[in-house]
């Protein structure tokens, strides 16, 4: 026992020796008695592990206006584009890719209104980013798979809707005879432009409501352009016409008035004939069926007479 623990004593006098022979690191082999012999190391010695870093593909989304500037708004008369440039883990541009859109405004949409499209030759997708109907602060996301890898990317953006007026309603004739028709028309503005997305513009007036005239309303603008007729039904005095829109929860207001002249003395409209179809007598055909007499109904708007009477000529 007395040499087998003097043995061990002299195996780790060695190992000692060897460890501060060589600074405390690395390994060293004793050769102790009875072939006994250890590979030791410190319990300190470092252990290095090699990691890999995950290869992900990419998206990069950006937001241009009409010249091709990087913006972050859109508004109704200036929509977007939205470019999705999508890359390989090694960052080579991927083509035939869909890549599909979404945005976290309700009310908005994408043309198309599918909200995808393919990447092309240069690894660009693009879609049109009109606004919705509401004004804010939304976020656009844009999602796509390469290779069985998921790449999104996300970016913020505000709809912001101008503020509109009206030009002047122009009213032809301005002064209109009675039972007359009239052309209505007006000019929707932002700023001192014709604001050119369809807007749907409501006409009414004083006369319209109580059924003494009647105006075809509401009107689509063509360019910012509303046109429409009036037509009396015996209004008989000046009618105030008002004009309106909205935009983005906006009402726009413009007003303007037109004369209808009071119904004159001699004004005879054709109104009925009873019957239908006669002939002059002796001429054959029809006139064999002909009553002898026939009544005929006209309006009549004389001065001596209440409006709207009918008078018979027999």
């Known amino acids: ?12 006098g060695l190992w000692v020796l060897a460890l501060a022979g060589c600074g405390g690191g690395g390994s060293a ?5 009875d072939g006994l012999c250890a590979e030791l190391k410190p319990a300190n010695a470092a252990t290095t592990v090699a990691t890999t870093a995950a290869e992900k593909s990419s998206l990069t989304l950006t937001l241009i206006d009409a010249s091709g500037a990087t913006t972050t708004s859109v508004s109704p008369d200036k929509a977007g584009s939205l470019r ?3 890359k390989d883990a090694k960052g080579v541009a991927v083509s035939g890719v869909a890549v599909t859109f979404s945005t976290s405004d309700k009310t908005g949409a994408f043309v198309p209104a599918s909200g995808t499209a393919l990447s092309d030759g240069s690894g660009m997708a693009q879609v ?9 602060a939304f976020t656009v996301t844009a999602n796509a798979s390469v290779g069985g ?3 999104t990317g996300s970016i913020s953006y505000v709809v912001a809707f101008p503020t509109l007026t009206f030009s002047a309603l122009t009213l032809t004739p301005s002064s209109l005879s009675a039972g007359g028709t009239a052309s209505l028309g007006v000019t929707v503005l932002s700023g001192t432009n014709p604001f050119t997305p369809a807007q749907s513009v409501t006409f009414t007036s004083p006369c319209t409501v109580a059924s003494k005239a009647a105006i ?24 105030p016409i008002t004009a309106s829109t909205t935009l983005g929860g906006a009402t726009f207001i413009q007003s303007g008035a037109i004369t209808v002249l009071p119904a004159t003395g001699g004004q005879i409209a054709f109104a009925s004939a009873l019957p239908q179809n006669f002939a002059l007598k002796g001429t054959g055909g029809l006139a064999a069926r002909s009553p002898r007499r026939s009544r005929s109904s006209y309006s009549t708007r004389m001065a001596n007479l209440s409006q709207g009477n009918r008078l018979t000529l027999l």
């Open 149 to 151: 890898s998921a790449a």
């Open 29 to 33: 082999c004793v050769s102790g008695i």
């Open 84 to 86: 999705a440039l999508l």
């Open 128 to 136: 049109v980013l009109p606004s919705g109907t509401q004004a804010g």
């Open 216 to 239: 075809s309303s509401p009107v689509v603008t063509v360019n910012g352009v509303a046109n429409t007729s009036y037509t009396d039904k015996g209004c008989g005095g000046v009618d």
């Open 1 to 12: 026992m007395k040499t087998m623990n003097t043995a061990v004593d002299v195996c780790l």
